[in-house]
């Protein structure tokens, strides 16, 4: 009974309706008739007003047929009847020559820049509000309209520039939102920063605007601000580039605790992202801090405990802060995960040496000379070093035959060492191969005249 009595109350709404819109038309036909052109103008616009734009425009196309002076308001309620009917192509048409009679009036270009807005004629419409501009330069609305067509554009430092003249009329958190989030795109790291801070004054706790201040202040080379914005946002707001910059804040301010958490959650996202904390130790170790460099080799660790390059260096920080038992079992561990790595087995060796650690210096020594197999001119050096350190052991373990193995070995990779020679004609002496020895003790005393073993030894040998 009661959806009955919805429907019959409409159905005489719609016949009330009908009827008024008929005694519209029908007045302003007479109107009309009449030459009475005014009245049904006025009738048209009665029309407009109460939403009865089919009517409006009938009346109206007949107004148009006539000799009627005042085209300036029948072109514009033309306008209105087709936008009102959703017909924007012949509502613009109407407005443009309804324009023409009068070029300085604001609400019409209001009309017709919508109009082209949403048709989804930008250029047009943006040329329209500035227009408006032109003519009232403190137009909000028109400042507003501008700005947001040309930040749809993408046109980034135009579109800034007219939220800056904007703003300084209405202070709104979208207009904060843009102009900052258009002064980054146009890399204005300084103005994005200013608008930020200015915005969350305004509006304090808005997602965007902090986002767009912890960018702005990272850019700005404002490090402390930069942590302090992204540590209030979310991590659902933030991109991985978002967590990394976050990262490199608060290393750069030296809260390397904090920002390790941010890397972490850079490799979370994108495990190819792991070679962050290798490049930030590589970093660290290049400029001497070794404290923080193997905070960081220890942070790549964490999240891949088979790296080995991480290990590795790890042992060059600790090696370099002279603390051997951290070199050392840093180069174990590297040692462990790829055996045959040549730096690797020659550092291990160096750090034996430093803790007087002489035999696995020794074993570590051999195991380089095998190593170095195939490859001697690349590892020369080392190769020099390995036969004389074991050279030098043999000789003091009084092993002289495996200590002229060696240091025979030495001295072709250096043919002028006298260290060498002289020790080689102590071993040959001890060994009563008289000849030999007076032979290198000779030498010796060529390449270093002052050599009081190398004249003690041809003394007793009578061969001085």
């Known amino acids: 009974m009661k959806r009955a009595s919805i429907i019959i109350v409409s159905l005489i709404f719609l016949m009330s309706y009908k009827l008024i819109a008929q005694n519209y038309y029908e007045d302003a036909e007479k109107a009309i008739k009449k030459k009475d052109y005014a009245t049904a103008l006025k009738i048209s616009k009665?029309?407009?007003?109460?939403?009865?734009?089919?009517?409006?425009?009938?009346?109206?196309?007949?107004?148009?047929?006539?000799?009627?002076?005042n085209d300036k308001q029948l072109f514009e309620y033309l306008g209105d009847a087709y936008a009102?009917?959703?017909?924007?192509?012949?509502?613009?048409?109407?407005?443009?020559?309804?324009?023409?009679?009068?070029?300085?009036?604001?609400?019409?270009?209001?009309?017709?820049?919508?109009?082209?807005?949403?048709?989804?004629?930008?250029?047009?419409a943006g040329n329209t509000y500035l227009k408006i501009i032109q003519l009232d330069p403190n137009n909000v609305k028109a400042l507003k309209e501008t700005a947001s067509i040309l930040f749809l554009a993408k046109y980034w430092s135009e579109a800034a520039t007219y939220y800056e003249k904007y703003l300084a009329l209405e202070q709104t958190k979208d207009g904060y939102q843009k102009i900052t989030k258009a002064f980054l795109e146009s890399k204005n790291y300084e103005k994005a920063y200013k608008y930020a801070v200015e915005g969350l004054s305004k509006y304090p706790g808005d997602a965007v605007i902090t986002k767009n201040a912890a960018i702005a202040s990272f850019g700005s080379q404002k490090f402390e601000d930069a942590g302090k914005y992204y540590s209030a946002i979310p991590d659902s707001l933030l991109t991985v580039s978002d967590l990394k910059n976050a990262g490199k804040a608060f290393q750069i301010i030296k809260a390397d605790s904090i920002a390790i958490k941010y890397y972490e959650k850079v490799i979370e996202r994108d495990s190819t992202q792991s070679s962050l904390f290798m490049d930030m130790a590589n970093?660290?170790?290049?400029?001497?801090?070794?404290?923080?460099?193997?905070?960081?080799?220890?942070?790549?660790?964490k999240i891949d405990p088979k790296y080995e390059l991480a290990y590795r260096y790890m042992g060059f920080a600790y090696?370099?802060?002279?603390?051997?038992?951290?070199?050392?079992?840093?180069?174990?561990?590297?040692?462990?995960?790829?055996?045959?790595?040549?730096?690797?087995?020659?550092?291990?060796t160096q750090t034996y040496s430093q803790m007087d650690s002489t035999d696995q210096a020794a074993e570590q020594y051999v195991y380089l000379i095998k190593l170095a197999g195939g490859n001697e001119k690349q590892y020369k050096n080392e190769i020099l070093?390995?036969?004389?350190?074991?050279?030098?052991?043999?000789?003091?373990?009084?092993?002289?035959?495996g200590a002229i193995t060696?240091?025979?070995?030495?001295?072709?990779?250096?043919?002028?060492?006298?260290?060498?020679?002289?020790?080689?004609?102590?071993?040959?002496?001890?060994?009563?191969?008289?000849?030999?020895?007076?032979?290198?003790y000779k030498a010796t005393l060529k390449y270093n005249p002052k050599s009081e073993v190398a004249k003690k030894g041809l003394r007793m040998m009578s061969a001085d």
């Not at 074991?390 to 035959?401: I, S, Y």
């Open 46 to 69: 009665e029309c407009l007003d109460k939403d009865s734009a089919s009517t409006a425009l009938k009346i109206l196309i007949q107004l148009r047929e006539k000799d009627y002076k």
């Open 84 to 124: 009102k009917m959703n017909v924007a192509e012949l509502a613009i048409t109407n407005y443009a020559e309804a324009e023409k009679y009068d070029s300085l009036d604001v609400a019409l270009k209001f009309k017709m820049a919508e109009l082209l807005y949403k048709s989804k004629r930008y250029k047009e």
């Open 283 to 301: 970093n660290y170790f290049r400029s001497k801090n070794n404290e923080l460099a193997i905070k960081y080799y220890m942070a790549k660790i």
């Open 319 to 348: 090696y370099d802060m002279k603390d051997w038992n951290g070199a050392r079992q840093s180069f174990l561990k590297a040692k462990e995960l790829v055996d045959t790595t040549f730096v690797t087995n020659y550092w291990l």
């Open 385 to 401: 070093e390995a036969n004389g350190a074991l050279g030098q052991r043999a000789f003091q373990k009084k092993n002289f035959n």
């Open 406 to 440: 060696y240091l025979s070995k030495a001295l072709q990779s250096k043919p002028s060492e006298w260290r060498f020679m002289e020790m080689l004609g102590a071993c040959y002496q001890s060994l009563q191969n008289y000849d030999e020895a007076i032979k290198w």
